[in-house]
């Protein structure tokens, strides 16, 4: 003979034309959902309370969207998207037209060229390769490239305050020069 187990919780409810159970087991271990057209779900009753206390969490945090944040704001990098963004940041877009690009915020924009060693986010700017460190304009020891460079092998700057080449050593490290 087999009995039924004992259920000693039950809540019902109904949600337009569907009735839902939800029933906690005998020793209160193990509980069943059951939907309309009697599909069920039974899980230890400590995973349903991770569930309950998720879906409360959820409800309280605004969406992505309600922030007003990219849709790719918070995801990881990939190598490809990387590559891409200092191919473009090389060829001298902004970092607010990155942003846009890759929908992402800005301040990602410059923490990704950052670790790639290609921004200084203390003083907001490119990183120059003739000295290793970040500058809005160029010092003035450092001599101009020589006019020979094509200007297919430099692209024109567009960070603000510019009207400098920008130009990539083998190395990958951007270096600026006036023209």
Known sequence: MHEDPLVWDVVEWR?????YRFEVAQGGLHATLTAPG???LTIPVVAWDGLL????AARKTRSRSDRNLPVRAGARWAKAEADELVAAFRSGASVAKLAVA???TGAAIEAKLAELGLWDRQTQAPITAARGCASATPPPDEAPWPDDIPDSAAARSTHPGSSRLMRTDQAGAVS???R
């Open 15 to 19: 949600q337009g034309d569907g009735r």
């Open 38 to 40: 009697g599909r069920s």
């Open 53 to 56: 206390d998720a879906l409360a």
């Open 102 to 104: 890759h929908n992402r």
């Open 176 to 178: 600026q020069s006036p």
